[in-house]
């Protein structure tokens, strides 16, 4: 590896969770992007809690199956993913309505890279898989 290649530091988290929210973003510098709410499983499964991310549809794996789920989100169908993200990172933010006004909230961002498996209402979707 020469010293002029770039170097990257990739933290990874993988778990199984639930896609809601599938919208496009167009900010005001830079080029629009898909993006999802996910709330991953976690804890027992007697009880198990969630944690939400607001992931950018990166990998190009994860935006053909997305676009290939988007229909059933938007039914209001459960759409339950085995994941990959990439770059978590926390950013604050400022409730503006609600009994949580003016509190300050925690909104977790991430990158989803890549879809193992999905399953829409119970029922397993066949997901491409990238070759190696």
């Known amino acids: 590896m ?8 990739d933290l990874l988290t993988t778990g199984l969770g639930y896609i809601n ?3 496009e973003v167009t900010p005001e510098e830079g080029n629009p992007f898909t993006s999802v709410t996910l709330a991953a499983l976690r ?5 198990a809690q969630y944690t939400h991310f607001e992931c950018r ?3 190009k ?3 053909a199956v997305i ?5 059933a989100v938007l039914g209001d169908h459960k759409v339950l993913v085995g994941f990959t993200l990439s770059d978590l990172y926390p950013e604050a933010f400022t409730y503006k309505k ?8 925690i909104s977790l961002k991430t990158r989803l890279l890549r879809i193992g498996w999905a399953k829409v209402d119970g029922e397993p979707l066949e997901i491409e898989q990238e070759a190696a």
């Open 2 to 9: 020469s010293d002029q290649e770039a170097k990257y530091f």
């Open 21 to 23: 929210r599938v919208r």
């Open 43 to 47: 804890g027992s499964a007697d009880n």
């Open 57 to 59: 549809v990166a990998g």
């Open 61 to 63: 794996q994860a935006k």
């Open 67 to 71: 676009r290939e789920l988007q229909a």
């Open 98 to 105: 609600g009994e949580k006004a003016g509190q300050t909230g």
